[in-house]
């Protein structure tokens, strides 16, 4: 009978080991599915990022184009939005097209924009 009372409690105590095991294991799963989710978010927003670059009055395709490729990013509704890097427009969010500083420059004057 003693044994049995003894079982008993050994197995309650398992019981209860295996229940905060279990629930750490599952927090942790938690926390890491967060971590994990975050990330994405991140990741996501990077590639839908809207570049903030609505060009005003003479527009300077030279300074925009920092790494000096001779192309920018244009976006085809906002002729004023150009950005060195691939983007979005932040107005239309249009993913912006790549061409060469001629071209946009041409795109500019076209649609009544001043350019330097
Ligand atoms: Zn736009």
């Not at 080991?17 to 994990?36: C, D, E, R």
């Not at 920092?66 to 085809?76: E, G, I, T």
């Not at 427009?89 to 350019?115: D, H, I, R, S």
Request: a positive charge; charged letters at 30%.
């Amino acid at each position: 009978m003693k044994n049995q009372q003894n079982y008993f409690v050994n197995f309650s105590r398992n019981l209860v080991l295996i229940a905060i095991v279990l629930s750490l294991a599952f927090s942790n799963l938690t926390v890491y599915a967060q971590h994990v989710h975050s990330k994405i978010g991140k990741e996501v927003k990077k590639d839908t990022k809207s570049v903030s670059n609505i060009r005003e009055g003479k527009i300077d395709l030279k300074k925009i184009d920092k790494n000096k490729d001779r192309k920018v990013f244009q976006d085809k509704m906002h002729w004023n939005v150009i950005s060195d890097e691939a983007g979005k427009c932040p107005l239309c969010k249009m993913t912006l097209k790549e061409v060469t500083l001629q071209e946009a420059k041409n795109n500019l004057k076209k649609n009544g924009f001043k350019v330097k």
